[in-house]
């Protein structure tokens, strides 16, 4: 067994955290104030080779391992989680789904510029669309409704929460197709954002993840040709639930490098702010929170490089991703509030990153399936 990387894997570790500090930090805070969409920094990964990292490079991707992704997560994500969502959703749920089970011509089509993450010099990314407001956890309980039409779907049905909602261009879309046959009747639809029927919906205004934009999208009679349709009939929530264990190895590492960008910065103020004549962190009840962020955070790092590996190795990483993503975003929650605690006041300010970090910590625990959901995909599969 080697703990060491690869001399690329370190190039692409060092590649991100010089992108994260010379072009996400300017400007992070006030994104997260005004909401705004990261698009220029969305669109210089896409140069890096960051929005299609682990497809082939056939289908213009930058034939990278799951290792790497995990690295180049962890170092984005410590300085700006709405660009890391952002660049999450492209890679593992757009283009891994697609480029597992879409066929060539969808490949070639759509999978090819999502990739690169550019379509004639301007953003081109995707969006997973598989919550609804009244199927989030229970996502079997689909009702946007895909009726088989011949040779065409008629797509009808709300989607909710949806990252990227308004930046993609391309939406891979869940819908029920036989109700009678349960998750077995559910497709996965390729669908185009400027097609007639398709409608964005307002953005929400969130707590955290401020840059990333979430929005609900409207279906209203969309014709989506039955060529669009990914896998064979009835093989959507596979589709999603296969895809989604893939993406959870992404928010995994989003929460490792909120909770790694928390602690050092922690570490940082503690060296220098002093209180009752010395430096803070030479307050035991200080050192001791740094050591407890230090050793959950390498514990919550070795699980996401174990869902790699796996990933990388064709093992079944389904409970390895769902262990990676409940530890890592617990320790990202936990990491954070107490990193605002070890700043005193200045940690409730904005200047200081910590809140922004906190505020961010809390989505890993709830979107690619809350930490209850991670704990009933790991109950299931340790009681098989
Ligand atoms: N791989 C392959 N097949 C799977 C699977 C997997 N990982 N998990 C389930 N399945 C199959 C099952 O085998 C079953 O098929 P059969 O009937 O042939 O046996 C079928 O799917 C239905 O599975 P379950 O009976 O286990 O379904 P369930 O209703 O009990 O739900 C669940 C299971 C794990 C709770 C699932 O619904 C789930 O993951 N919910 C959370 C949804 C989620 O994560 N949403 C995220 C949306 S995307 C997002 O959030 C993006 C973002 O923020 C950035
Ligand atoms: P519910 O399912 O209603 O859950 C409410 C509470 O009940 C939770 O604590 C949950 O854990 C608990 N609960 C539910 N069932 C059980 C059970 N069986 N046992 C124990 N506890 C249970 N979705 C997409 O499809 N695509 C996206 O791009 C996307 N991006 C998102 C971005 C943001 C910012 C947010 C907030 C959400 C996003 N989501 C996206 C949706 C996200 O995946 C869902 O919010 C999440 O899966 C939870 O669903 P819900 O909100 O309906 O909560």
Redesign the pocket.
């Known amino acids: 067994m080697h703990f060491q990387f690869t001399e690329e894997q370190l190039m692409i570790q060092k590649a991100a955290r010089d992108f994260a500090v010379t072009e996400c930090l300017p400007g992070v805070i006030e994104r997260d104030e005004l909401q705004k969409f990261p698009k220029e920094q969305i669109m210089q990964l896409a140069d890096l080779g960051f929005m299609g990292m682990m497809v082939s490079p056939d289908y213009g991707g930058a034939g990278m391992d799951t290792v790497s992704y995990v690295l180049a997560m962890e170092e984005i994500s410590k300085i700006d989680a709405s660009v890391s969502?952002c660049m999450s959703?492209n890679n593992s749920?757009v283009c891994w789904g697609l480029e597992k089970f879409g066929n060539e011509t969808q490949k070639q089509q759509y999978l090819t510029p999502l990739a690169q993450g550019k379509k004639e010099g301007g953003l081109y990314i995707g969006?997973?669309?598989?919550?609804?407001?009244?199927?989030?956890?229970?996502?079997t309980s689909q009702r946007t409704i895909a009726e088989d039409k011949g040779d065409h779907y008629l797509l009808n049905g709300v989607?909710?929460?949806?990252?990227?909602?308004n930046s993609a261009s391309v939406y891979l879309v869940?819908a029920q197709t036989d109700a009678a046959k349960g998750s077995k009747g559910i497709n996965c639809l390729i669908v185009e954002k400027n097609w007639p029927g398709v409608t964005v919906g307002a953005k929400?205004n969130?707590l955290?993840?401020r840059g990333?934009d979430?929005h609900t999208i409207l279906f209203n009679d969309v014709k989506v040709p039955k060529e669009n349709r990914v896998g064979e009939d009835g093989f959507g929530f596979k589709f999603?639930m296969k895809t989604l264990a893939g993406g959870r190895i992404g928010i995994a590492s989003q929460a490792l490098g909120i909770a790694s960008g928390a602690y050092e910065l922690s570490l940082n103020y503690a060296k220098q702010r002093k209180a009752f004549g010395k430096e803070i962190m030479h307050h035991q009840a200080i050192q001791f929170k740094l050591a407890d962020m230090a050793t959950r955070i390498e514990s919550a790092r070795l699980l996401c490089l174990k869902a790699a590996w796996e990933k990388d190795n064709n093992i079944d990483y389904t409970l390895s991703s769902s262990m990676a993503k409940v530890f890592a975003s617990e320790t990202a929650m936990w990491t954070a509030t107490e990193a605002v605690q070890i700043h005193g006041g200045y940690g409730f300010v904005k200047e200081y990153h910590v809140e922004r970090l906190m505020r961010d910590a809390k989505?890993t625990q709830?979107?690619?399936?809350?930490?209850?959901?991670q704990?009933?995909v790991i109950g299931r599969s340790i009681l098989q």
């Open positions: 969502v959703v749920l969006a997973f669309l598989l919550s609804e407001p009244e199927a989030g956890s229970d996502a989607k909710n929460w949806i990252t990227n909602g869940m929400e969130k955290g993840i990333s979430t999603a989505i709830i979107y690619e399936g809350t930490s209850e959901v704990r009933i």
